[in-house]
């Protein structure tokens, strides 16, 4: 899987748009770009994925690079409920398919 | 639709006993499975990872084994548990190789004393 880098933390204010960026710049033409987050003491939860398109689901936005070295997830009106790490992780499929979590991003939503 | 249980949910063991943690999915038929460890504080260990009853790939040696008896269980077990073995454990499946998406269990926290 290929590295990815994330910002260890960042604040967001409660109702507006959070962007989360990553860096995934050795990405292979078939990983995919995942998302995860995981609120206090609770297993994480997928979020969204994408491979070369943005994608848009009803919990949040993925914007992808036209080179693939880095993507951005937008949570569009934050709540204090999204506050969480989020994970960002590029990987292919296929059934050696390990996936592995970096430390990702603590989001905190304020009032 | 598919869910996934863990138990116990919460536990607490003394150094050198032993360890069995469960995991089963539901709604689904040879799916992955998974466990990962999540020290405090810290990110997730991936442990081990199944694609089929009986086939287990190990991540990290240390001192736990996993097993897949049936088609949807996973146990997570240790004959001697050590301090360091502390954590959050959480199982997770996917559907197979063409799914991306893992989903993951309610979890079990592990302290040993």
């Known amino acids: 899987d290929a590295k990815t880098t994330q910002p260890p933390s960042m604040d967001c204010a409660e109702g507006r748009a959070a962007n989360l960026p990553c860096n995934h710049s050795t990405i292979s033409g078939n990983e995919y770009v995942y998302w995860y987050r995981q609120i206090h003491s609770q297993g994480p939860q997928y979020i969204i994925h994408?491979?070369?398109n943005n994608e848009t689901n009803e919990m949040a936005s993925l914007i992808i690079t036209e080179d693939r070295k880095s993507s951005t997830l937008i949570l569009p009106h934050a709540t204090l409920r999204d506050t969480a790490v989020y994970y960002c992780i590029a990987h292919g499929r296929g059934n050696d398919y390990k996936l592995s979590f970096g430390a990702g991003t603590t989001v905190t939503v304020r009032a | 639709s598919q869910t996934i249980h863990q138990w116990p949910a919460t536990l607490v063991q003394p150094v050198g006993s032993p360890l069995s943690l469960e995991c089963t999915v539901e709604?689904?038929?040879?799916?992955?499975l998974y466990w990962y460890r999540q020290a405090a504080g810290r990110g997730l260990q991936l442990l081990f990872y199944?694609?089929?009853?009986?086939?287990i790939s190990s991540e990290v040696p240390q001192n736990l084994s996993a097993s897949r008896p049936q088609d949807r269980q996973f146990i997570l077990s240790s004959k001697k548990l050590l301090l360091s073995d502390s954590g959050f454990y959480l199982c997770?499946?996917?559907?197979?190789?063409?799914?991306?998406?893992?989903?993951f269990g309610e979890g079990s926290r592990l302290t040993v004393l």
């Open positions: 199944s694609v089929g009853i009986g086939q």
């Open positions: 994408g491979l070369k």
């Open positions: 709604g689904t038929s040879n799916p992955n």
């Open positions: 997770a499946w996917r559907e197979g190789a063409e799914t991306g998406e893992l989903f």
